[in-house]
């Protein structure tokens, strides 16, 4: 399951685009993005990275994602935010859901008004960039060029970040040898030995074995014993 599914639907804005979001006349509370989106909510993660304080009290949270800075206010009535903004750690990923902020100019610092405010997780983070940039990349054309290719490389940096990294490249069949051989003790290696030497190198312990079957398979490697392994 998406980690981020759980969390209250809404429009789901980067900083930058918030940042830019102006009020439109009429239409009390709502906004527009330059890429044409109306909202007056907005479901954001970040990383908190400031807590600001007016009498010993936090008032505000500066955060950031891939594309900006944000600012998260905290309304001085609302105990149960002003609690769980106390015990927030710098840094460390926050959800907000809230109200954007706008102005007569656009500025170059979102804001948000929160009405909810959690902690997350690195995984429930990611979750929301990639679900944010898919939406974003929807709408990308509707931009002025210039703020368009400024906005999709922001983009793709983000979801660059964003991703699971890409798993090691499986080693060669000669790095394997040459592993085995590195575990020799006399005139042939344990094969607890190369497996516990595999595992080290990202593997997991059937992964191990099942590359030894293999090489074996094709008489590059034998077991004399069991419990030995040798280069043919």
């Known amino acids: 399951m998406n980690p981020s599914a759980a969390l209250t639907p809404a429009s ?13 006349h009429g239409d009390s509370g709502r906004c527009r993005t330059p890429s044409g989106i109306h909202s007056r909510e907005t479901a954001y993660i970040g990383a908190l990275i400031e807590t ?13 994602d891939p594309t900006g800075i944000c600012t998260v206010h905290i309304d001085p009535r609302a105990e149960e935010l002003y609690d769980i903004a106390e015990e927030l750690d710098v840094p460390s990923f926050v959800y907000v859901f809230g109200t954007i902020r706008t102005r ?3 500025g170059e610092e979102a804001e948000i008004s929160a009405t909810v405010l959690r902690p997350v ?5 990611n979750s929301w960039i990639l679900s944010a940039a898919s939406d974003a990349a929807e709408r990308i054309s509707r ?8 906005f999709r490389s922001l983009l793709l940096n983000a979801v660059t970040a964003a991703k699971p990294a890409e798993k090691k490249q499986e080693m060669s069949d000669e790095e394997v040898l040459s592993l085995i051989e590195s575990c020799y003790e006399g005139k042939s290696a344990p094969r607890e030995k190369v497996l516990e030497a595999l595992k080290g ?3 997991t312990k059937q992964q191990a074995a099942e590359l030894i079957s293999r090489l074996m398979e094709e008489g590059e490697c034998y077991a004399p014993k069991p419990d030995i392994i040798k280069l043919a």
Request: without cysteine; aromatic residues 6%.
């Open 143 to 150: 931009l002025p060029e210039a703020e368009r290719e400024e």
């Open 201 to 203: 190198r990202g593997m």
């Open 12 to 24: 789901q804005l980067f900083a930058w685009e918030m940042a830019r979001a102006l009020p439109v």
């Open 52 to 64: 600001v304080s007016y009498n010993d009290r936090i008032v505000s949270l500066r955060m950031s």
């Open 104 to 106: 007569s100019q656009g």
């Open 121 to 125: 997780s690195r995984d429930a983070r």
